[in-house]
């Protein structure tokens, strides 16, 4: 899971790993440009505090982490919409996803559970 200071820089990185998305609390959809206005106009109107991050999952999915442990989901990728997604960042720096389908796996894994894709 990676971290980041701004939205936007969450953005432009989650854009490596999707291309739709929707916002969380409504069906709202983005595609990579919708994203990329969304997240620039979140940063100027409501910029989040140095003690806050943002993350983004395995898949592409963007949360705020206001406290440092606490991940509150902002924005889904359409590529995994039932992703299992951490509610804290502490799980987050414990876990490994699968590079293929997004799925939580045993760090000592050779092979994802669900997907069968080879791990590194």
Do not use: H
């Amino acid at each position: 899971m990676e971290r980041f200071d701004t939205m936007l820089e969450a953005a432009e990185f989650a854009t490596t790993l999707c291309k739709n998305w929707k916002f969380a609390i409504s069906d709202d959809g983005y595609d990579v440009k919708d994203l990329l206005v969304l997240a620039e106009t979140s940063d100027s109107e409501n910029p989040i505090d140095e003690d806050n991050f943002y993350v983004v999952s395995p898949s592409g999915a963007i949360g705020l982490c206001e406290d440092g442990e606490d991940i509150d989901w902002l924005i889904l990728s359409a590529a995994m919409p039932n992703e299992n997604l951490p509610l804290t960042y502490q799980a987050v720096t414990r876990m490994k996803f699968c590079p293929k389908c997004g799925s939580p796996v045993v760090p000592s894994a050779r092979f994802c559970s669900k997907c069968r894709n080879g791990l590194r």
